[in-house]
């Protein structure tokens, strides 16, 4: 049994991409001031790019890994926006990190109800 039109997807990706309660869409050149604990504990601040989000979480691009299962935090002043969330995932992409994150203290970010062209702004 092959692919057909010479397609090959992994099993592992459309497994996870199965599992995910809510769909990530790519934004544009969304900048935050983020806080976050190093893996040595320290407290860390930088200002960096919010590479996609979703309903419960957004992942983020930083110059430093995260300790897992640490809080992260952020804010941006052009968008009126603060807020915070859990260390889900942490990987090295290049020399940057990219952390994915589940908001926390009942933040959730609302889609948009009609169909959109992403990458897409933070805030509408």
């Not at 995910?20 to 893996?39: C, E, G, I, K, N």
């Not at 309903?55 to 915070?84: D, H, N, T």
């Not at 203290?105 to 805030?123: A, F, M, N, Q, T």
Request: hydrophobic content about 40%; some cysteine.
């Amino acid at each position: 049994m092959g692919t057909s039109a010479g397609i090959q997807t992994s099993w592992s990706a459309l497994k996870r991409k199965d599992m995910r309660r809510h769909r990530r869409y790519a934004l544009d050149a969304s900048v935050l001031q983020v806080f976050w604990l190093d893996t040595t504990g320290k407290m860390k601040m930088s200002r960096t790019r919010a590479l996609n989000i979703s309903e419960s979480g957004m992942a983020i691009e930083l110059p430093e890994a995260a300790m897992p299962m640490s809080m992260i935090r952020f804010q941006s002043e052009r968008f009126k926006l603060l807020g915070a969330g859990a260390v889900r995932h942490c990987r090295r992409a290049g020399t940057r990190y990219i952390v994915g994150f589940e908001f926390t203290d009942g933040l959730h970010w609302r889609p948009p109800e009609e169909e959109v062209e992403e990458p897409i702004s933070l805030c509408g």
